[in-house]
């Protein structure tokens, strides 16, 4: 196992990231030991380290810090990993990926908006989550700032019930296909089985309010959280085997997951990269340039977006085009049989814009800070 012998994650447990980078470590049955990011030696080592209080962040038994949940599993995915995420198939290693990137970016509205919009709802819950006790100005600032953040993430009057009525079909849809499979691929967790936990079970798969929802129209979702979260595979109620599906079989259930996630996501994905392309066309960028001014800034503006037919203002981060990157790989590296199927499946709208966005920058990470990537 390496170097994630005896490592520390530092994180919260109702923190979205944190849970991708916890659920896949403890399936790989790592040493590594969790730690609060409340502790004092976040903030007076870690913070320094990478330059701003963000979570999660693996401190390695040589003291080298990996921050951010994909670059952890990655890692992780070359240090011993007894479970791999990363389905050997083609089409699945595909479909994996564009999982990934939905559930860590999409799913950040309905994240968001069931958390906080519903605070009054589910008060001494997130009270006792974000560690708030009477005179705690401290934890009082960080959910006043979390809360402050849904305009920008795009949750207002006009799009709220979009986000409702989107993730009510989003579980039914899993929960049709979770009925007959424990996880995305079959019988062992992919990288977007990880990706989707993070805001299926840190927020709306814990918060009173969404939580509730979900064994209510999803109860095969709410399992599987519950499955994501054990270091075993966790699924006596099948029969299948401990492994991904055989001859890069992708379930029908799993492609009328897909086929939503095309067509709600399309429009907001095609803008969020037109206007990252604008900037890099209207910005003296470099090769190595960090995406922001100092590292805690990550977005670069504030865009309108197409969302289930509402057109909104958010805040562009360039990470976007991180996890993007690797879809477009994905699909690079298919033959030509697959990548006919995944252009008529897939790529056939305004979500063509993952595989071909038309940047002359991508980003990548240089000592844990996002930076500009020359094509």
Known sequence: MGQFQNAELFGLPHSYYTLIARAYLRKQTFAVKE??????????????????????????????????????????ETNG????????????????????????????????????????????????????????EGSARIMDKMKSYLPILGVSADTIP?????????????????????????????LGDYGMLGPLCAHLGRDPVP????????????????????ATADMPEYDGAEAFLTDDVIPETLLAVLSFIVEEYGPELADRIAFIRKHQQETDLADGMPVGAKPSQRAIGIAPVRYRGVTTDVAVQPYLLYCQRRVQSAFQTLGEQDRNWAEERLFSGEFRSVIAPELAFTVGRKNNIEVWEKL
């Open 35 to 76: 730690v609060s990011s409340r502790r004092a030696d976040f903030v007076s080592e870690i913070v320094p380290a990478i330059g701003r209080g963000i979570i999660p962040v693996l401190r390695l038994e040589d003291g080298r810090l990996i921050q951010d949940s994909l670059d952890i599993i990655e890692a992780g």
């Open 81 to 136: 990993a007894t479970l791999s995420a990363m389905p050997t198939g083609g089409k699945q290693e595909l479909i994996s990926r564009i999982f990934f990137l939905y559930g860590s970016q999409a799913l950040l509205k309905a994240a968001m908006h069931y958390r906080w919009t519903f605070y009054d709802d589910q008060k001494a819950f997130l009270d006792h989550a974000f560690g708030l006790t009477a005179g705690d």
């Open 211 to 230: 939580e509730t929802i979900m064994k209510r129209l999803a109860p095969n979702v709410f399992r599987w959280t519950e499955r994501m979260n054990c």
């Open 162 to 190: 979009e986000i409702e009525h989107s993730f009510e079909t989003l579980l039914k849809l899993l929960d049709t296909h979770f009925a007959t499979y424990p996880y995305l691929l079959g019988g062992q967790p992919c």
